[in-house]
């Protein structure tokens, strides 16, 4: 298909009709506000759509009205209502509930007799066509010149038409073209696209001629996203209060990530300098050679940060200019900056420092009722009483407020993340769940800084900036402090900061004009929801409330995901971006965060696997090695086989020989490095330690065959390998050799390994048609644990070992490994006639030629279906099942429950 054209025509109506309220609940009483609005709006299109496939042109064509059309019109009423409850005694005697209501309507008379009209006119001459505003209304000041809308008042019509204006043309043409540049032929061979500058653009050419008056509209849209590298930690702080330490407002470069090798912290700081700088450009202009100018530029980290010492800024700057040119002196210019705030800097210091100077176990000693309070803590105590000023307080004074405050200091020695955090990396868990709570809390921004300059702005936009800067400060006026006498800041130039607490519960604003500083402190950030009533909605009475609540969480930036990622995630309970991972200390969490422990053996074990009849993938999980972390992972997609596996020769290498050669190496290089990352191992690191729990490079093989895949390399995959220009059918991202990553969009995969630990996350389309080690993602609990015949276990044991996948590789000296079998027994019912029952859920058995192990066993309780022993068909089944697990038991009726031994290891008799 190359062309593609269609002739439109409609004459849509939408009807919306809402409720709200505001309402002061008693015990016997409820009375509030009520304003019910009606909303009808009409979208009369007619014309003609045409697309051009090869040039990506897209032409609309619009036929403008011959006579007055009505787009939207609204009412408004409002009124004030009491509820009254009562209970009374019906004629059964029962007490039942009466709720009497009572409702009048606001009709603003003892304001205004008459109501004010509101009227407002544009593109008569301009556009040919002549929109109308026409409002009636009741206004608070009996007239009204600038909003056509005050629904508090009383009763408000709102109309909204369409009319021919002078010299109507009689169509409007929407021209649009899609331009993308494509990338040069090196840039193809080298496969890195994503790494190279991406750049869109877009025309618009809007005409509407008539023969008297041509009217025609140019737009010109760039969208363009590169790579910068930017050392935030290098950057200079705000001028803010002076008495405030740097330290407090940007962390230094020497603050190092602890817990990690040096190679990692060296690929940590690679990592946080670079940035993605994606710019959004609009130029346009009419007719009159009239221009505006639009220029959104916006810096955010490319990559998500998982550090817990980290310093990231966002940036957004938006900047408009308006006239004969872009470069006229009509200009308004925002930029935001979201940033960590000085107390948050605070915290993170003083945990630090708590996990510095504390014993490596201190539970005796913040348990003690008296200990020694430590330097770093009475210093941090005098920190907080007079922010960053040099206090001249005496140590006793010190001690004395300290002391006042003890148990609060020891609870904040035991809920300190950071040291719990650092506790589990020594034992080799990276990415337990309270680092991740940790990393969470330290990558959230909690300041904003917005500057606004402005120069030769219209009337109406100053008066606007003026009423809602009053607005503020009138509507917290008891918590608001304002500084007018001897203040001189820049002319055309307007700063405010917001800066949020730890839990987002209140927020401090802080606004500076050329003549004034206003200070608002604990504006409560209340959690709006957004409730929609099906009963109301639907018009039709119900036998159980239903109604729903969504909330709209205040949030601001972090560097960990986006605030659309945290928005969605909340609202779905974590349920967003779902995803499994298999960790190094054998805890398994599931797709729906069920978590569970089991140690995975040689024995390949399916980790998840599309379960629909297309079977679009499958990934398998197994260790060569059982005493140690490291895991081997294979894909299969679209019968393509890719194997993340530890390289042997890494394996074979001990630990402490590659450290010995990097320390050489960094020696020749700078003699403090060397110094620095000595005290570090010795403080934080045994040799042991580092052997068990050091991250190895991964190899890639695909197909059987070594990927070569180069450090930082990301290749791209393809369905046709000789073709260039094919689908894409996966990515192999490469992490510095200790870490990586494969992407299938085009299947909706991502899998990723760093040797330790795997990780696999799927779309929202997957959801109740996964199976394997990382359950069905089905977004419930209660059947978590669901294996391969859709048969429920209770214990995460034997439901890992049914997707265990018997080998030759699992064949371990001495060991067996258990079977699933569904279990039989034979019995005679109450007719004395024998039966053989079979347990609807296979269980693990050892094989024949082998015993179980001592104390290897589990006791559980099974379900049993019985069938007569003498079927033809039960004596098959009595085969089939030294086999193979039988299938659809679990549809079956039960005829008996007993108790029997799973047995879950197994030796040679």
Known sequence: VRRIETELKSNQTIVL?????????????????????????????????????????????????????????????????????????????????????????IKGKKIQKQPTEFNLTYGREELGLEFRLNSSMISRINKEKTAPYQPLCGPVDLRLSVRPGLNKPKEVEIELEQKETRPSSVERSSERREEQEKEQRMEINIRANHERQPRHLKIKIVDKQEKVEHDSRLRQPDSRERTIPKKFLVRSPQDKEAGVSQESKDEIRKSQKEQTRRSFIVRMENQDNRKFCLDVVTEYPKYADYSLIQDRIMNSTIEAKWGRDCSSDKKLKMSAK???????????????QMYKKAP????????????????????????????GSRSRKSSSEDKKYFSESLIEKRREIRENLFRKCMQERRQGKKWDATCLKSMKQRSQLRELDLEVEHQNLPLWMRQMVSDLHKLLQYSFFDRTSIKDVDVRNEENKIRMRVTVDKQFKEMNVTIKTPREETNITRISVEEPKLRIDFQKLLKKEMPIKMDLSIPVPVRFPNTKESLVEEYLNRLMKDQYKPYCK???????????????KYKVSKCDHILAKDASPEEKFLVLISKDDESKPEHTVKVFLEKRKIELRVRKDESSRSSLERRREEERRRVEELEDVRREIEEEIRQQWSSSEEDDHEHKKIEVTIDGRSANIKRDEVRHIREDESDPESKILFTIKNYGDKKVKIISEKHGLMVKHDGHSAWVKVSNSYRSKMAGLCSNFDGEQTREFEGPSQETYKSPKMFALSYQIPSKQCEVEGKK??????????????????????????????PEGSVV?????????MEFHCLFTNLESTQKMIKLHKTKPLEKMMSKKTDRVQEIQAELECREQ
Request: charged share 40%; hydrophobic share 30%; proline share 4%.
């Open 817 to 846: 490994i258990p079977v699933m079998r569904n279990v039989m027994i034979t019995r005679k019912n109450e007719n004395d006639k024998e039966e053989t029952c079979f347990s609807k859920t296979p269980v693990p058995q050892c």
């Open 338 to 352: 979201f940033q960590k705030s000085v107390e948050q800097h605070r915290e993170e210091i003083r945990e630090e």
């Open 360 to 387: 490596k176990d201190s539970k005796e000693w913040y348990e003690t009722e008296e200990f020694e309070i430590p330097e770093y803590l009475l210093r941090s105590s005098r920190e907080e009483t007079e922010l």
């Open 853 to 861: 192990v001592p104390r290897k066993t589990e006791k559980t309780r």
């Open 582 to 596: 298999v960790q190094s200390d054998d805890k398994i969490r599931t797709f729906d965060n069920v978590e569970y």
């Open 17 to 105: 009709f809402t409720i709200g309220k505001m309402t002061v609940v008693t015990p016997v009483l409820k009375s509030g506000v009520a304003i019910n609005i009606t909303l009808n709006t009409t979208v009369p299109v007619s014309g003609k759509l045409s697309m051009d496939m090869d040039t990506k042109k897209t032409k609309l064509t619009f036929e403008t009205p011959e006579e007055e059309l009505e787009l939207l019109k609204l009412k408004s009423r409002l009124s004030v209502f009491t509820e009254e409850k009562k209970v009374r005694k019906d004629r059964s005697g029962k007490l039942r509930e009466e709720v009497r209501r009572q409702e009048y309507l």
